[in-house]
């Protein structure tokens, strides 16, 4: 891929895992010198589910279609599952027995929109940007009204 229009750094938190999770997310685009932060917090979820959202509430943030867009992450669950294409063979399995099915469908919906690039990066890394996802991700998920995460908790949690 070309020089990607958007950079988002993203980055998932569980504490207790499961337990209060949160995400964080910083989006840039160096060329319109824009800088926007997003975040959340859900009382009972898992940091990979934390993760995974992180990215693709990134991606639904964008308004041009498509747009060339290089995701970093600290996630090996997130990037090796693109990178190494296993979602792509999980989709075509129906996602039976998959962990966080509803989020990687709601992924791959949004991921096609777009041109995406992955570059997994060594998190508490001193990496500027995903040091601040770790830190909006750590506070939205001890804030004091926390979302529910439904699907994690009426289906995820009854999973092997």
């Not at 932060?37 to 041009?64: D, P, S, W």
């Not at 600290?74 to 990178?83: A, E, L, R, T």
């Amino acid at each position: 891929m070309s020089t990607p229009d958007v950079f988002i750094y993203t980055d998932g938190a569980a504490k207790g895992n499961p337990g209060p999770g949160g995400y964080g997310v910083v989006m840039e685009m160096p060329a319109k010198n824009y800088r926007k932060e997003f975040f959340e917090g859900f009382r009972l979820t898992t940091n990979n589910r934390m993760e995974l959202l992180a990215v693709i509430v990134g991606l639904e943030k964008l308004r041009i279609f498509p747009t060339k867009v290089l995701v970093i992450s600290d996630s090996k669950y997130v990037v090796d599952s693109v990178q190494k294409g296993w979602v792509f063979g999980w989709e075509k399995k129906g996602f039976a027995n998959r962990k966080n099915a509803d989020l990687w469908k709601r992924f791959l919906k949004i991921y096609r929109q777009h041109h995406v690039d992955f570059k997994w990066i060594k998190g508490h890394n001193n990496h500027l940007q995903n040091e601040r996802c770790d830190q909006l991700a750590v506070m939205a998920s001890t804030g004091n009204q926390l979302n529910v995460d439904s699907y994690y908790e009426n289906v995820d949690s009854k999973l092997l």
